[in-house]
């Protein structure tokens, strides 16, 4: 998490304060100049905002330092940004805020950090110094500068990334307003692969801000207009003149580091001698970054739509690929199946000739035991199966408590589930949707009843709001991609599904045959960061299984189970994680954000995680009992025992930036375990608070 870019260069706490934005560095002492030491602390800065509750520092420089806080009214985490300067600069400072103001106010694009709120506080900084203060758009992850100290992205990745950079500046430029500073430093990328544009600080607004002394004035403050490595030409040779082009220029620089993990300077390869794309990225990047601007894109759209359309020829070869994998499997099956049924001809005449030939005392095996119910893919989970016949098992009504990601009171959309006491099941998503099963088969849906209204559901998963899906009775898979319908499995020619799990924008199914299969939406070309050739590995790992049972996904996390107790567990950015040797004859998985769990015949629980993130987990309790059933939501972990109750704990430690998540679960723990008996039970703890759907058994309403 990394809002300090924000800053234009300013240290994270634990760092060393170098110079920041605003500030010149004397290279021959290395002091900075100009500056002032800028330091308040959250307590000092709670003082003087009370509507805002100050919750740690994430960020600081010689001129400001941006903190988490939350908007008490809206209760909502925001960046908050102050700023300060010497009185010397007091005038040139106060109009470049003034202008970074202007700017961010007229940016609204999903790719951009919005502005909430602005101000000034005459004597709010240090020594009585002036305080200038942004509230602004809070984004979990950290910037694209850190993600790039460990080398090149993915193609995939980058050209994802740049096709959102591209979009975010043609919706600025379409507003006269130029970045002039595009850097790795000032672009967020979010956990799901989410790009945000940083710092409009130092842009110029061609048509708002023409007039000459002004821009003299913003140019001799002692910033420096532009990060070297990633300048334009013109930048240096007629600041005045500059236009757009320059943002296309450093996006195209930009792109080429993150293809191939260098700054393009000096003489340097092309990006196909360093990473995995063709000539054609090559003939895009050099494009964008040509010196002569009139031979680059002429806009930074027509650069998102050459990205879009590489990044889809390279999406269909992917498929090209993974389906010629499929056919060569299914070729090679097809083969072993008819040598097969050749040996078994053949074993069946000369078991026929023996049996003629043998004489009539001759003892004749018996028939192999029948399969059991619980080895058929077709079966109820074999947790459901175990479960003892106790009030908890009775349908009942539903519940909620918490709060929605908007801040809103779940409660209202409760209102259609009113005086019904037969559900079964339910559903759930952190903004608001949910879907409950009742007794009799039917589904009550609020948030999502146009994908719900024309097909007879087998079962509902909202849980995953970027892939809410559903299965007919006719075993048809459907999921909403970019809220668009699209079956996933069970289409013609192909078996029909039992089960289903969803991930961060895919899908795990299980055919009639126990086959798994993995299924990525659209959505995910441009919002997954995964190396292709470690996936496709997983891939044929996981159609090379066979009698599935179960699949549980949880973002990129995924876990099964086979009719024998078999447990795999692995994750799309690592790969397969080693199952502990002790975990057998397992009837229940699940996993979480970052780790496994199985319950065993006997009710035993164990779990698990890949080695790099032993560190952050959190064991079980030692006292658990026999568990019957379990839910796994990300860093949250319930499990279920035979009298219907539910056991809750955080998974993973908690650190100084999810500090306000692990207090949002510790609230959400508390209630779960208060609970009692419950049928079924959804939840989820998040920065915007806690939220947990159950169904209480019983006929009575509250």
């Known amino acids: ?192 692969n989410t790009a945000k544009i940083a710092d409009f600080g130092i842009a110029r607004i061609i048509r708002n801000l023409d007039d000459a002394e002004d821009i003299t004035r913003l140019t001799l403050t002692g910033t420096s207009i532009g990060t070297p490595q990633y300048t334009a030409p013109e930048q240096w040779d007629n600041l005045e003149g500059v236009d757009h082009r320059v943002d296309i220029f450093s996006l195209g620089v930009l792109l080429y580091e993150m293809l191939t993990g260098n700054v393009a300077v000096g003489v340097f390869d092309a990006p196909s001698k360093k990473a995995d794309v063709d000539e054609e990225v090559d003939a895009m990047v050099l494009r964008a970054m040509n010196r002569d601007p009139d031979r680059r894109f002429a806009t930074a759209g027509e650069f998102e739509r050459a990205l879009a359309e590489v990044r889809l020829k390279r999406s269909a070869i992917g498929r090209s690929r993974r389906n010629a994998m499929r056919a060569g499997k299914r070729i090679a099956i097809g083969a072993v199946a008819v040598l097969a049924l050749v040996g078994l001809g053949l074993w069946f005449f000369w078991d026929r000739f023996d049996q003629d030939c043998a004489p009539e005392s001759a003892v004749i095996a018996p028939p192999a035991a029948p399969v059991s119910p619980m080895a058929s893919p077709n079966a109820d989970p074999p947790s459901r199966q175990s479960l003892p016949a106790a009030d908890f098992a009775a349908p009942g009504h539903l519940r909620v408590w918490g709060l929605l990601d908007n801040g809103n009171d779940p409660a209202v959309g409760l209102a259609g589930a009113a005086g019904m006491g037969d559900y079964v099941a339910v559903t759930a998503n952190t903004r608001g949707p949910w879907a409950a099963l009742r007794s009799d088969g039917s589904y009550t849906t609020y948030g999502f009843e146009a994908f719900v209204a024309d097909k007879l559901w087998s079962r509902l998963d909202y849980a995953h709001s970027t892939c809410p899906a559903g299965l007919t009775s006719e075993g048809h898979l459907w999921c909403l991609d970019d809220d668009r319908p699209r079956l996933i499995g069970g289409r013609a020619g192909e078996d029909s599904v039992v089960r289903f799990a969803t991930g961060s924008h895919l899908v795990y199914t299980i055919d009639q045959q126990g086959k798994l299969g993995l299924h990525f939406l659209d959505s995910a070309v441009r919002s997954l960061n995964l190396d292709e050739h470690l996936v496709a590995g997983i891939e044929t790992q996981l159609t090379a299984l066979e009698d599935v049972v179960q699949v549980s996904a949880s973002n990129t996390n995924g876990i099964a189970i086979t009719k024998d107790g078999e447990v795999i567990s692995w994750h799309l950015g690592l790969g397969v994680v080693p199952t502990p040797p002790e975990v057998v004859d397992v009837v229940r998985v699940d996993c979480g954000a970052h780790d496994y769990y199985a319950v065993d015949s006997q009710g035993r629980l164990t779990t698990w995680s890949a080695q790099i993130f032993d560190s952050i987990q959190l064991k079980p309790p030692d006292d658990l009992g026999k568990v019957v059933d379990l839910r796994v939501r990300l860093e949250v972990c319930a499990v279920q025992f035979e009298d219907g109750t539910w056991r809750a704990w955080l998974t993973r430690r908690q650190s100084e930036r999810s500090s306000v998540r692990y207090q949002h679960g510790q609230r959400l723990v508390e209630k779960i375990n208060g609970l009692g008996p419950a049928r079924d039970l959804v939840f989820f703890a998040k920065n915007e608070g806690a939220l947990l759907y159950w169904i209480e058994p019983g006929d009575s309403e509250p």
């Not at 003082?47 to 100050?54: A, H, S, V």
């Not at 950090?113 to 005459?122: A, I, P, R, S, T």
């Not at 100290?149 to 600025?172: T, V």
């Open 1 to 192: 998490m990394c809002p300090s870019c924000l800053l234009g260069g300013f240290a994270p706490p634990s760092a060393s304060v170098g110079a920041s934005a605003g500030t010149e560095r004397d290279l021959t002492t290395g002091q900075t100049q100009g500056a002032i030491e800028f330091a308040l602390s959250t307590e000092e800065l709670q003082q003087k905002f009370p509507d805002l509750e100050i919750l740690d520092l994430l960020g600081f420089g010689g001129m400001g330092a941006v903190y988490l806080a939350r908007q008490k009214r809206l209760d909502r985490l925001v960046a908050f940004k102050v700023l300060s300067c010497s009185p010397d600069r007091y005038e040139a400072f106060s109009l470049r805020f003034e202008q970074e103001a202007r700017v961010l106010a007229k940016l609204q694009h999903p790719h951009i950090v919005g502005l909430y709120d602005l101000g000034e506080l005459e004597e709010g900084g240090p020594d009585g110094l002036p305080l200038f203060y942004f509230s602004m758009e809070y984004v979990e992850g950290s910037d694209l500068r850190v993600r790039l100290r460990k080398g090149a992205l993915s193609a995939d990745a980058a050209l994802s990334i740049g096709e959102q950079l591209c979009g975010a500046l043609q919706c600025a430029h379409e507003m006269g307003v130029v970045h002039r500073d595009i850097k790795p430093a000032n672009i967020l990328i979010g956990p799901d």
